[in-house]
């Protein structure tokens, strides 16, 4: 069955994060519904990642609850993200440089491998068939992002934005059903950016996936996403469509510092 529209598979409820006397997030709550691309802004200092670190279940809020699919985060261990559906990537990238591309996206299979170190290190026969499930998989990734051309080759020898699309590759590995992307455009130039939202749009389709990006180019996050949620000074401060966001007064205040 398609997932129901009218059910969110992510809800930020009333979330505030606070460091020593600094309130990083204050009170934050909206929802994603399942298929949906949304796109996450704010000036810098806004909460934008403190929030993604908070999905990731890298900081605890000091208040509020994050609930993925009707069940709260806080349930699940860190460790456990990836595994539950929850996919990410970094701003910096963070590949093994010096290996080749295809062992970098059949890294990001392994969070749902059931493999133990002892069988492992005997290459006991349900190992070899897990190996032999992630090498499709991966070909697979591959193929979507084409980087067919460039497998066999080490990160360390790939333009920026081929890198890029081998970390989205990697983060696809473990079958998400969300996919957080911290500033996927960042260090793009304007023809890769283009290439990036067309990207997005395809893997959204083919993989049915909804993802959650936070981004500075505002030209992709108008054209890429059917939700923007603005944030400012670790406030909610706009919450709508595209067109509802760019034109909301406490928006153009925030990014221009005049009144609409």
């Known amino acids: ?23 990083a997030l204050d009170n934050v709550s909206f929802a994603v519904a399942p298929g949906a ?15 993604f670190n908070c999905l990731s279940r890298l900081y605890v809020p000091s208040e509020g609850s994050i609930w993925f ?12 993200i990836a595994a539950l559906g929850i996919g990410r990537t970094f701003q910096n990238l963070a590949l093994f440089r010096t290996m080749s591309v295809r062992d970098n996206v059949m890294l990001g299979g392994h969070c749902r491998s059931s493999g133990g170190f002892l069988s492992n290190a005997l290459r006991l026969p349900h190992v070899r068939r897990e190996e032999g499930r992630l090498a499709e998989q991966a070909q697979a990734m591959i193929e979507l992002l084409d980087l067919r051309e460039v497998a066999h080759r080490p990160v360390s020898d790939l333009p920026f934005g081929t890198a890029k699309r081998v970390e989205f590759a990697r983060a696809l590995m473990s079958q998400p059903r969300l996919l957080l992307l911290d500033e996927p455009a960042g260090g793009l130039n304007h023809e890769e950016v283009d290439g990036l939202r067309e990207l997005l749009r395809r893997i959204q389709r083919e993989l049915r996936l909804t993802i959650l990006l936070v981004e500075h180019h505002m030209n992709l996050v108008m054209r890429v996403s059917d939700q923007v949620i603005a944030l400012d000074f670790g406030r909610k401060i706009a919450d709508g469509t595209p067109a509802q966001v760019q034109a909301h007064p406490d928006v153009v205040r925030a990014y221009l510092g005049v009144e609409a």
């Not at 796109?39 to 810098?44: A, D, F, V």
């Not at 699919?69 to 456990?80: I, K, N, T």
């Open 1 to 23: 069955m398609p997932p129901d529209p009218s059910q969110p598979l992510l809800e930020v409820r009333g979330i505030t994060v606070r460091f020593g006397g600094i309130t």
């Open 37 to 51: 691309i949304a796109g996450l802004i704010g000036p810098n200092g806004a909460g934008k990642t403190t929030l």
């Open 69 to 80: 699919d009707g069940v709260p985060l806080q349930s699940h261990a860190a460790h456990r």
